[in-house]
Nanobody, 122 residues
Framework: VQLQASGGGLVQAGGSLRLSCVAS????????MGWFRQAPGKEREFVAA????????DYADSVKGRFTISRDNAKNTVYVQMNSLKPDDTAVYYC????????????????WGQGTQVTVSS
C-alpha cells in the first residue's frame, strides 16, 4: 500500500484545514487508517484513527471535538477535518495504514505516507 497525504498549509489560529490521504491498492477498505503528527523536537503522536467499518473512530484528547476523521472506501481516501486550529497543532501530519482496530501506537501501523506540513499562526 502506498499512501499520499495532502492538504496541509498555513492557517491562522481558529481556522480550518482538511487533510486527505489517498491509498493505492485494492484492499484499502480492510485497513485501519490513522493520522499522526510530529512537531519539531517532539516524538510522533497519535491524532485519530478510523476502522474499516467507518463506525469505529478514536481521537487523541488534544484534538477531540475539533478534528473529525472519515473515510471514503470507494475513493481509497481517508480525511481529517481540522477545525479551531491552535498553534500547538503545528506539525507534519502523516497518514498510516494498519490492521489493528483501535490502534494508537505508531508501531501498529505498517504503511506510512510522506507527511504534509500544517502550520498554525497565532
Amino acid at each position: 500500500v502506498q499512501l499520499q497525504a495532502s492538504g496541509g498549509g498555513l492557517v491562522q489560529a481558529g481556522g480550518s484545514l482538511r487533510l486527505s490521504c489517498v491509498a493505492s491498492g485494492r484492499t484499502f477498505s480492510s485497513y485501519t487508517m490513522g493520522w499522526f503528527r510530529q512537531a519539531p523536537g517532539k516524538e510522533r503522536e497519535f491524532v485519530a484513527a478510523i476502522g474499516w467499518s467507518r463506525e469505529s473512530t478514536d481521537y487523541a484528547d488534544s484534538v477531540k471535538g475539533r478534528f473529525t476523521i472519515s473515510r471514503d472506501n470507494a475513493k481509497n481516501t481517508v480525511y481529517v477535518q481540522m477545525n479551531s486550529l491552535k498553534p500547538d497543532d503545528t506539525a507534519v501530519y502523516y497518514c498510516a495504514a494498519g490492521f489493528t482496530t483501535g490502534a494508537r501506537g505508531a508501531r501498529d501501523y505498517h504503511y506510512w505516507g510522506q507527511g504534509t506540513q500544517v502550520t498554525v499562526s497565532s
